[in-house]
């Protein structure tokens, strides 16, 4: 059994910053690429950052110079570092973790529950 569980979410100005995390946790054998997703009201779920097992990152364009995506292979978490946010980053954000478990030969993806994010004055 895998899990992700995120947290960090929450209320802030424009301007301001937040930081997410997500921990993997369970039966882990090797954990491969790890994401971020968005998911605003009415849009569909959108891709944002993300970082491979050697450390190579990638942003989507709206976020570039302003989200920074980190991990911690020791603990199996990964952080998303948020900064100078936008009224239009308010969504609903969800780690992706690509998981290899104990239990078989092929690698998965797994989400996590989702954490809200809201930038407004």
């Known amino acids: 059994q895998v899990q992700l569980v995120e947290s960090g979410g929450g209320l802030v100005q424009p301007g301001g910053s937040l930081r997410l995390s997500c921990a993997a946790s369970?039966?882990?054998?090797?954990?491969?690429?790890m994401n971020w997703y968005r998911q605003a009201v009415g849009k569909q779920r959108e891709w944002v950052a993300a970082?491979?097992?050697?450390?190579?990152?990638n942003y989507a364009a709206a976020v570039k110079g302003r989200f920074t995506i980190s991990r911690d292979n020791a603990k199996n978490t990964v952080d998303l570092q948020m900064n100078s946010l936008k009224p239009e980053d308010t969504a609903v954000y969800y780690c992706?973790?690509?998981?290899?478990?104990?239990?078989?030969?092929?690698?998965?993806?797994?989400w996590g529950q989702g954490t809200q994010v809201t930038v407004s004055r």
């Open positions: 992706n973790v690509a998981i290899k478990p104990t239990s078989g030969y092929f690698e998965y993806d797994y």
């Open positions: 970082i491979a097992s050697g450390g190579r990152t």
């Open positions: 369970g039966s882990i054998l090797s954990i491969n690429a």
